[in-house]
């Protein structure tokens, strides 16, 4: 019973999205269910050269999208867009609508897709190819690309033998019962001479899911942001312990060795009314502290011989101590001389 589902069918909504994307009730959801069938028949038909993976087809009130994905898109575009236009006209015969547009998309990789790799082997046993040979080839270029598992199957008259048969190759790891694997699934028939012989192609891509937790749970746990600002700088190479504690003690970044790299960051903010401590060592930055005071004496002694032109002089201490001493000595003579004049007086 399990081999019997569509692997697509299967993991809707799970590992893949629905190729028509509209909404419609009653009678109007078979009729469009029956036009979408029609459109992708007619481009299969009519555009199987330019080997066509699948058609998305998006619906709303009065507009219609179709999403062509081929591998080469040059056959569906045609010179100067001329085909585009052509399949506009014919789509919109099918749709009946007015308002109807055609994106063409290229698909990356032909060789890992599961519908293309059956067109090719359908198309090869279709010019008398040995089918052993057309799955084999198919295999080993498909597992070139990185691919986890490929698996073909061939069902049919093979080889022109009357009793049909089933053949099928599989290399890799392809597990059609878990859903968190991306399996791709594409089906063509050849129409040989002596019947029609269906391909049938599994790809593996791998356990997509499981990666995509994994992912999450290593960025979380096992690489934690330690510094914002670093990142957001670009520095790239962490400080030192003698590094940290120079700029802690000075404020300026400690001479890198050669060959290394330090980080840029930005001058430390000089706060108010604080004194400035500079390295003896740096004599430097000394010599570039102390010229600007030089610079700023000179200023002020200019200044200050301008200002003494202008204003009085003024004593200094020595003049005033000479001064008051003078006072006192003549203070003292004239006391001895009134002392003198009442002895001869005779008054007390």
């Known amino acids: 019973m399990g081999r019997k589902i569509n692997p697509i069918g299967f993991r809707l909504s799970v590992r893949r999205d629905w190729k028509s994307r509209w909404f419609a009730k009653g009678v109007n959801f078979t009729e469009m269910v029956k036009k ?13 050269q330019a080997a066509i993976s699948f058609v998305e087809i998006q619906r709303t009130m009065h507009n219609v999208r179709v999403v062509v994905h081929s591998a080469r898109p040059g056959m569906v575009i045609g010179k100067k867009g001329e085909g585009i236009d052509r399949m506009c006209a014919e789509l919109r015969k099918i749709f009946s609508v007015a308002d109807l547009f055609v994106d ?13 790799i059956a ?8 010019r008398r190819i040995m089918y052993r040979r057309a799955m084999r080839r198919a295999l ?10 490929v698996k073909i199957m061939c069902a049919g008259r093979l080889n022109g033998i009357e009793i049909a048969r089933t053949e099928w190759y599989r290399e890799g790891r392809v597990p059609l019962h878990t859903l968190k694997n991306d399996i791709d699934y594409g089906v063509a028939e050849a129409k040989t001479a002596m019947g ?13 899911y499981g990666q995509e937790k994994k992912a999450k749970y290593t960025l979380e746990m096992d690489e934690p942001v330690s510094d914002a600002a670093a990142l957001d700088e670009g520095a790239d190479v962490l400080k030192t312990a003698e590094e940290v504690q120079a700029t802690e003690e000075t404020g300026l970044t400690a001479p890198a060795d050669e060959g290394d790299v330090v980080a840029a960051e930005k001058p430390p903010v000089k706060p108010a009314k604080t004194e400035i401590k500079t390295l003896s060592a740096d004599k430097e930055k000394t010599a570039t502290v102390k ?11 200019a200044t200050k011989g301008e200002t003494a032109a202008q204003s009085p002089p003024i004593k200094s201490a020595k003049a005033k ?15 001895k001389k009134v002392k003198k004049e009442d002895a001869t007086t005779g008054k007390d």
């Open 321 to 335: 101590t000479t001064a008051t001493a003078k006072k006192t000595v003549t203070a003292k003579k004239t006391v």
């Open 119 to 126: 067109l090719n082997i359908a198309s090869q046993l279709e």
């Open 104 to 116: 063409i998309k290229e698909v990356a990789q032909p060789e890992a897709d599961a519908k293309l």
């Open 196 to 208: 029609v012989v269906g391909v049938k192609v599994w790809i593996s891509r791998g356990d997509k």
């Open 140 to 149: 080993s270029s498909a597992m070139r690309l990185g691919i986890e598992g």
């Open 291 to 301: 010229k600007p005071a030089k610079k700023a004496a000179v200023k002020k002694a």
């Open 36 to 48: 979408d069938y029609a459109a992708r028949r007619h481009i299969e038909k009519n555009y199987a």
